[in-house]
DNA sequence: TTATGGTTTGATAAACAGTCTCATTATCTA
DNA sequence: TAGATAATGAGACTGTTTATCAAACCATAA
C-alpha cells in the first residue's frame, strides 16, 4: 500500500478520532457516510474525484447506499476542516486527497493524467516571502508542474 | 519585483500579424470574431470569463452578434496555441489573459477575488531543477498563492 | 470579380459537475 | 428509550461547457 514517498504521517485510528473530535465539538454527527468517506479516502493512494469516490464507496458498501450529494457535503466539509485538500482541473472538476499528509505540491503528467507528489523547501520558503513582499496574508498555495512523465517518454 | 512585469511585451499589431500567420498556416479563417476576440483580450487589463468576455464584446460590437459558442471555441483555440493562458477557479470555471506577457504566477486574495501577477526567478529556476530530480520533461506550470490582499485586511 | 468548397458561425440542445430542497431516516443526549 | 435535531438520498435545479447543424462566411483560383 505504501510506497516511500507517500507514507502517512498518521494512523487511521488516529484520525478516526481526531475526526470524531471535531464533530462533536462543532455538534455535528458521526454518521457511517462519514465513517465510510474518510476511510475510503484513507486508503487510496489516489487523487480521487468525487465521483471515483462515490463509485467506490458503492463498490465496497452497497448496502450503504450512499449518495453522491453526500459526498460532495462531506468532502466540502473535510476541507473547510483541513483534513482534506482539493485540486483543481478546470472544467474537469476537482480531485481530493486526504490533508492530512505532509503538505507537497504535484507534478502532473499531461499524457497518462499520473500525479507525483513532492516538496521542495526551497519553493515553499520562497512562496513566504513573496506573499510578505506584497503585504498578502498567505493561508495557502497550490503549486503544479505539467509534463511528461518518464514512462510516457518511452512510449 | 519589477513592476513592469504586467507592461505588454509586444505590441497588438505584431499579436495581430502572428495570429494571422498562425490561421493561415493552420489553414483556418480570419474571422471578425475571432479578431474582436483577440483585441478584447488584448486591450483587457483583467483575466476574463468567457462569460465577460462575451459580454464585452456584446457591449463594444453588438452588430457582431457573437455567441457564446464562438468565445469558448476560440479561447480553447488559442490556449491550444499558447495565445492565451487560463486559470482554473474549479466550479466556478476558468479565467482567460493574454499569455504573450512575460510568463508570471498568480497571487489570489480569496476575499475579493483580485489576482496579482508576480514573477520570481527562484522559483522558475527551482521547478526545473524539480522536473529534473524526477526524469520528468516539464513544459508548463502553474503556482497560485492564496490569502488575504492588503485592502481586504484593512476591512 | 465571382464561383466554389470547406470553415466558421449562432442558436439551441445536450452533457456535465456541483448545489439545493425536502420528506424521511439516523444520531445524540438526557 | 424518546425527543430534538442533524444528515441523508432522490432528484430537481443551476451554471458552465460542449455538440449539433443549417446558414453564413472566407479564401482561393479562375
Redesign the interface.
Known sequence: MDSSSTERTIEYDKLLADFKALLKDKALKFTNQREKILETLYYSQEHLTPEALHLLIKEKYPELNAGIATIYRTLSMLEENDIVS?L????Q??KYELGAKDHHDH?I??ECGEI?E?V?D??EA??HK??E??????????????????KC?NN
Open positions: 482539493s483543481s482541473f478546470g472544467a472538476g476537482k507534478m503528467c499531461t507525483t513532492f521542495d526551497v519553493i520562497q512562496q513573496i506573499a513582499k506584497f503585504g498578502f496574508k498567505m493561508h495557502d498555495h497550490s503549486m503544479q508542474i505539467y509534463g511528461i512523465c518518464k517518454q
